[in-house]
């Protein structure tokens, strides 16, 4: 219910102060995530620029529901925006969503959290992919989600060949996964990559890493600091 007339209230307001919403953990569900995106989408004066829906027993219909209201704010608005979808059910058909949201250049989308929501692996190439197309994206959070080695190098591809408009992401989160030393060696060869994005924040937390991981990225950080490149901070423990 309160999902429903937050979304009324939203609806009928004109010259809306709010720019911002965290629904985290409010149980709002599909249909309480369509109906606030209904809002968006009917109330023209509205400029959000930052949605958490994390924890809300969401599954791709209301996510999908919600990235086309934000990409119809985009017609009136050019705002940077962050989203926050966070353990909600996405899997594989709520990759693909996220993916086009990333790579939809008319929607300015600046940081993707989407930790813990059961994207596969095998997703990251096509969201590779959509970092390429992003001209803004700057943070990405793919954290408790399975990913193997064989995911991270596909978005090892994306950032090795991230240059100009594509070279924008700063920090990449991927806590809890399953990379091991095989991940890390696919991690810093791309980074080590000429032209690659210039990424600041690294962290890793929670993936297997072993002391030969760790050495790789010690020298990845050595290495950047003395060619004086941009510091990457890798966060392992």
């Not at 429903?4 to 102060?17: D, E, G, P, V």
């Not at 086009?100 to 989308?109: K, Q, W």
Request: charged share 15%; with cysteine.
């Amino acid at each position: 219910a309160g999902a429903f007339r937050l979304a009324s209230a939203l609806r009928s307001a004109r010259n809306c102060a709010v720019t911002s919403l965290d629904l985290t953990g409010n149980g709002i569900g599909d249909e309480g995530a369509v109906a606030i995106a209904r809002a968006f989408s009917e109330n023209s004066t509205l400029l959000i620029s930052a949605i958490n829906v994390s924890s809300n027993h969401m599954s791709v219909e209301g996510v999908e529901a919600l990235c086309s209201a934000l990409a119809a704010q985009s017609r009136h608005h050019s705002n940077a925006i962050k989203v926050n979808f966070s353990d909600n059910d996405l899997g594989l058909s709520g990759a693909t969503v996220l993916q086009n949201l990333i790579a939809n250049r008319s929607l300015n989308i600046t940081s993707v959290i989407a930790a813990k929501t059961g994207i596969p692996s095998e997703s990251m190439c096509g969201i590779g992919r959509a970092m390429l197309s992003s001209n803004s994206l700057a943070e990405l959070d793919l954290s408790s989600n399975g990913m193997t080695p064989v995911g991270v190098v596909f978005l090892c591809d994306a950032l090795r060949a991230a240059k100009g408009a594509g070279a924008c992401l700063e920090t990449l989160t991927l806590c809890d996964n399953m990379l091991g030393d095989r991940g890390v060696a696919a991690l810093v060869q791309a980074l080590s990559s000429p032209g690659c994005t210039a990424l600041a924040h690294l962290n890793l937390q929670g993936n297997m890493i072993t002391d030969q991981g760790a050495g790789m990225l010690q020298e990845l950080v050595c290495d950047a600091r003395a060619a004086a490149s941009a510091a990457r901070l890798c966060s392992l423990d």
